[in-house]
């Protein structure tokens, strides 16, 4: 009836991770801030499918909401396979981007 099911590699990627992440002390409250590099094997992959599984995973482990998530900078680099990867740094913004046309703080 419309509902989805995550697949047993998707549950086993989230069981996976949590472990290999850093520690970090996130604030309780203010926008956020996250870069992400994707070491993908292939070319084809799509970087966005990518990005929500991990976000999640991040939002989870240090207990965020990802709509704090005012500043998102993704890139994709090729690389052998078998070595795929993603890192990522995750860093309280000064203040929420606003619609003057500045750039973020």
């Known amino acids: 009836m419309g509902r989805k099911r995550k697949t047993?590699?998707?549950r086993n990627y989230e069981i996976k991770v949590p472990p290999e992440l850093p520690d970090l002390n996130i604030?309780?409250?203010g926008?956020?801030?996250l870069s992400l590099i994707a070491g993908l094997s292939n070319r084809a992959a799509d970087i966005d499918n990518v990005i929500k599984p991990f976000v999640d995973i991040l939002q989870s482990h240090y207990g965020f909401n990802d709509n704090r998530i005012y500043n998102l900078e993704v890139v994709k680099?090729?690389?052998p396979k078998?070595?795929?990867?993603i890192s990522f740094?995750?860093?309280p913004m000064e203040s929420e981007p606003t619609n003057d046309g500045s750039p973020p703080a």
Do not use: I
């Open 8 to 10: 047993a590699a998707y």
């Open 27 to 29: 604030p309780t409250s």
């Open 31 to 33: 926008p956020l801030a």
């Open 77 to 79: 680099v090729k690389v």
């Open 82 to 85: 078998g070595e795929e990867y």
């Open 89 to 91: 740094s995750l860093s």
